[in-house]
């Protein structure tokens, strides 16, 4: 037998999550499925939304294009637009809606021969000062859109810096400027990310962008939405020790036994995504009881504490985040966010779950 490490992905709940964040929202969703949908499986994710989500996200033309190929239909956009003329016609050839940010984008578009019937996502920067039109421009950059005879659907849209912050007026804010720059331009609008779907009822408008929720990690502080985990990262013990008090376990010896520890290795390392930096007591499930991890990950390898779960031995199923750990407290205890986790995936074999799986 192979190691028995894998993440399965249970596509069921991917639906519910998405259907779950329509009716949150109102309106219409685009699926956000960049960086190949979190580590999911981008091509398997928009496969499992076909017939159900109103269209597709990804970052980049190459990631649209990919699912393109694998005979996905629905609309889909590329949030970061094009990089250039070649980009553009790519993003023609394959009937991708494309956001644009920025003038040189603008210029692409109303210099390209093929451009016809974009559908282009136009994009203010609100607040968050990363990318968008100024909103004292954006009213002079939907007019030359319109004046290119290029576009034939002009949506706008921008994006939140802390809507997973509900104790700060920032996003409030930035809807207020947006709202207020875009007054009286036609079209329609897209503001919200995951956050802002679950955090902030006067951020719905006619499209929403919701990403991380659909896999199931709630962005917001407190989590109360009923959201379902979707990838699970699984193994199980391969081999079991006792350390004895003043042995120190692994690379660097930091972790010193103070009394018997019984520990289990696990075939699972920082080579498939596991955060290396994870410390001791992060935590795991072991045969579905709570555990922790002990000294450092290895490459392919970490090592969990058995000493309270004598039932357990070889073979014994180790949860590393899913169903029962939240990938958000492993990204916690680890100093970063559920999305670094879930899109490092990698080496592990994705195995597919759920109606019309596998
Ligand atoms: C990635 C991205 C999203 C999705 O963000 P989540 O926080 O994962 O919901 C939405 N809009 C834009 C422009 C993005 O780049």
Known sequence: MARPSRARIDLDALRHNYRFARQLHGGRALAVLKANAYGHGAVRCAQALAGIADGFAVAF???????RAAGVTAPILVLEGAFDAD?????????LWTAVHQEAQLQLIEQSAQADGLHVWLKADSGMRRVGFALADIAAAHARLVASGKASRITLMTHFARADEPDQDTTARQIAAFDAATAGLPGERSVSNSAGVLGWA????????????LYGADPM????HGLQAVMTLESQVFAVRTLQP???????GRFVAEHPVRIGLVAVGYADGYPRIAPTGTPVTVDGRPSRLVGRVSMDMLTVDLSALPETGIGSRVELWGKQVSVNDVARAAGTLSYELLCNVKRVPLVYEGADAP
């Not at 003043?246 to 660097?252: E, N, S």
């Open 246 to 252: 003043g042995d120190a376990l692994g690379y660097g």
């Open 87 to 95: 980009d553009l016609a790519n993003i023609q050839a394959h009937g």
């Open 61 to 67: 033309t190459d990631e649209a294009v990919a699912l």
């Open 221 to 224: 502080p407190e989590p109360v």
């Open 202 to 213: 006067d951020a719905r408008r006619d499209w929403a962008r919701p990403g991380i929720l």
